[in-house]
């Protein structure tokens, strides 16, 4: 359903996808690099994402397509299916989450991330964002890019909903203070 659901809003790909594409394997290497570091956690909380990742790779084996496999299955033939393990692990029939939440939770974690990189100077300009986004992660093109998406949806609007969301499902959909400092100001991302 994840990946369905971020096909559906304009994802080339899902991102459960991604993760075998590019290789769960690979992201338990970055992490063990960014703790040698000491900026693990400088980017928010991803203890979740990566207690499943060590969850699949470290108990499982599962580090993704060239490892024989991550969230899918991949057949001799260029089949592929949802590793029937996942379902076991994480599936809790007591939980349901609407749709539009979990589309709006896809897309808004990717925009206050972008977000945060222009608040901090990561990117330069909006164009930066909007142009890498599309072009470099795969945003959805209909978005104009992640930042225009703030734009678009109203910025109002946007903190409202991202309030929602922190609400729900936690701090990492708080939006980041220079949403708030545009709406003050009252302009828009340019």
Known sequence: QIDNLGKAIGMPVGPLNVYDEVSLELSRKAWATWQDMGVL????????????IDTMVGEH???????????YEYGEDGSKAIWPGLMDLYYNADVSVAEDDIKDRLLFRQVIEALKCLETNVLRTVADGNIGSIMGIGAPAWTGGLIQFVNTYGLERFSARCAE????????FDAPAIVGEKIAAGETFA
């Not at 969301?165 to 990492?172: T, V």
């Open 41 to 52: 956690d400088n980017w928010g909380d991803g203890t979740i994402t990566r207690d499943v």
């Open 61 to 71: 084996g599962r580090g993704g397509r060239h490892h024989g496999g991550g969230f």
């Open 165 to 172: 969301l922190a609400s729900q499902y936690g701090d990492r």
